[in-house]
């Protein structure tokens, strides 16, 4: 039997990079606990007034967020705030699929064009990987913006 994954971010802005991932994969923040949110609502608006609601300190509201897939077929995202900085390479890392069924120069330009997307979201480019047939397609390496590597592949 298969079981649900969740990819869980140590970082110190969870809210500031749960909005990155949620713009780069298309996902969205889900409302708090027993509140339905109308279209149009803004779930991060609706997060703030529950957790004064319910009497978090302002000072502690930011210490988690989420995101999840709107179609329900990704795993979930989990950002927990931590005092540590990120201090070596990821031992895991995300590969973004930004170039399905595409191959050479037309897959590297829509990598290239995903690039320029995410560079303007806050990530950081940080070298291309040039097409190796018949083992590598080529990828963009690039780092979030808290520093943590993911690949457009």
Not at 20 to 36: E, I, Q, S
Not at 42 to 57: K, Y
Not at 82 to 101: C, F, I, M, Q, T
Request: overall charge negative; some cysteine.
């Amino acid at each position: 039997m298969s079981r649900v994954l969740q990819v869980t971010f140590d970082c110190h802005d969870p809210r500031a990079l749960s909005t990155f991932w949620r713009d780069a994969l298309g996902y969205v923040h889900p409302g708090p606990p027993g509140v339905d949110l109308a279209d149009g609502d803004d779930p991060l608006a609706a997060w703030d007034a529950f957790l004064e609601r319910v009497g978090v300190p302002e000072g502690e509201r930011n210490a988690r967020s989420a995101i999840e897939d709107p179609d329900g077929t990704g795993p979930r995202v989990f950002f927990q705030q931590v005092p540590e900085d990120k201090v070596a390479k990821n031992r895991v890392h995300l590969d973004v699929r930004a170039a399905p069924g595409l191959a050479g120069e037309e897959r590297m330009a829509a990598l290239e064009a995903e690039c320029e997307r995410l560079v303007a979201l806050g990530a950081r480019r940080v070298e291309r990987h040039e097409p190796a047939p018949p083992m590598a397609g080529g990828h963009i390496v690039m780092a979030d913006p808290e520093g943590n590597e993911f690949c457009l592949d």
